[in-house]
């Protein structure tokens, strides 16, 4: 059965900091592109960042691309996304992504909210 399972969500005040995390299970993790995608309240997709198969490049969204970092471990099977300088506007469901030629799998998402 394949799992993507984020966490690391939380309250955080703006300025603040949060690591989150997504763990994958059931495919082969070296074989995908990962992404972090998020939803704001009452908002659509927003693609966040991605990371190729072997970690080689990273692309971010321009509004996060100073302030966020994507990265991998192979040996975890796990994906991570640092964001540093968090505000309000980051408050968002995160959900994790993996894809690859015909395949799309996705977690149930983590809840950031950056609030005072």
């Known amino acids: 059965e394949v799992q993507l399972v984020e966490s690391g969500g939380g309250l955080v005040q703006p300025g603040g900091s949060l690591r989150l995390s997504c763990a994958a299970s059931g495919f082969t993790f070296d074989d995908y592109a990962m992404s972090w995608v998020r939803q704001a309240p009452g908002k659509g997709l927003e693609w966040v960042s991605s990371i190729t198969w072997n970690g080689d490049s990273t692309y971010y969204a321009e509004s996060m691309k100073d302030r966020f970092t994507i990265s991998r471990d192979g040996a975890k099977n796990t994906v991570y996304l640092q964001m540093n300088s968090l505000k309000r506007e980051d408050t968002a469901v995160y959900y994790c992504?993996?894809?690859?030629?015909?395949?799309?799998?996705w977690g149930q998402g983590t809840q950031v909210t950056v609030s005072s």
């Open positions: 992504n993996a894809r690859r030629f015909g395949s799309d799998f």
